[in-house]
Nanobody, 117 residues
Framework: QVQLVESGGGLVQAGESLRLSCEVSGVPALIFNHSTLGWYRQAPGKERELVASITSTTTQYDASVNGRYIISRDNARHGLYLQMNNLKSEDTAVYYC?????????YGQGTQVTVSS
């Protein structure tokens, strides 16, 4: 059974940083290493949006976080990470670790990030 478990969320002030982590289990190493992984977020009253993704060779960012967020992965640990710097109040949301797939994305349970201004 595939499981994604996020951690690292919390309450911070604007301008501070947080690092989110995600542990993925139940995925064979060969598949994991070639999977596209990402972080989605969903703010209250808004749709879930993809903020960053990573393949084995490339990274992509939504314009709203480009230059502030850094996505990374550790294939040996089946881990996915999101370094969030210079946080803003509009970054407040539940953040979800994701395996992106044409057959349907797989999400973790989410971790809350709250940024106070």
């Amino acid at each position: 059974q595939v499981q994604l478990v996020e951690s690292g969320g919390g309450l911070v002030q604007a301008g501070e940083s947080l690092r989110l982590s995600c542990e993925v289990s139940g995925v064979p190493a060969l598949i994991f290493n070639h999977s596209t992984l990402g972080w989605y977020r969903q703010a209250p009253g808004k749709e879930r949006e993809l903020v960053a993704s990573i393949t084995s060779t490339t990274t992509q960012y939504d314009a709203s976080v480009n230059g502030r967020y850094i996505i990374s992965r550790d294939n040996a640990r089946h881990g996915l990470y999101l370094q969030m710097n210079n946080l803003k109040s509009e970054d407040t949301a539940v953040y979800y670790c994701t395996i992106l797939s044409s057959r349907g994305n797989v999400y973790g349970q989410g971790t809350q990030v709250t940024v106070s201004s």
